[in-house]
């Protein structure tokens, strides 16, 4: 199991709003599945060709993550422009290690960290 979802809990309702009040870091911009109603995840957006990359640090199984690919697309928030993103994809560390930006490592191997989340810009 990745990252303990009482974590999620945590990030949700106390972090994740500070970190998108302080309008610094790229938020995902996404529709629930069933209550249609939007959500704003801050998360860090790693650029690779024609796209990004997101670490899904709580799982396949988090509400963001399942909210998009049921949904096909979201928005990318970065602090000077938005961004469509389509065709989102589960990739496992093997695939995305190889097209990572320079700088940027794999979770380290104890918090196990097996998927990885990319999305292409419209």
């Given amino acids: 199991m990745p990252v303990p979802k009482f974590m999620a809990k945590v990030n949700r309702r106390i972090f994740n ?3 998108i ?3 610094e ?6 529709e ?8 704003e995840t801050p998360l860090d957006a790693h650029p690779v060709e024609d796209g990004y990359v997101f670490f899904v640090m709580y799982g396949p199984d988090a509400d963001w ?8 697309s979201a ?9 469509t993103l389509t065709n989102p994809r ?7 290690e190889p097209i990572l930006p320079d700088g940027v490592d794999l979770p ?15």
């Fill in 32 to 39: 629930g599945r069933s209550s249609g109603r939007r959500f």
């Fill in 75 to 83: 928005e990318l928030r970065l602090p000077d422009r938005v961004n």
């Fill in 108 to 122: 380290a191997t104890f918090m196990r960290v097996d998927h990885f989340l990319r999305m292409d810009v419209a």
């Fill in 17 to 19: 709003p500070m970190e």
């Fill in 21 to 23: 009040r302080k309008g």
């Fill in 65 to 72: 993550v399942k909210n998009i690919l049921h949904a096909g």
């Fill in 25 to 30: 870091r790229p938020v995902l911009i996404h």
């Fill in 90 to 96: 589960l990739l496992s560390g093997d695939e995305v």
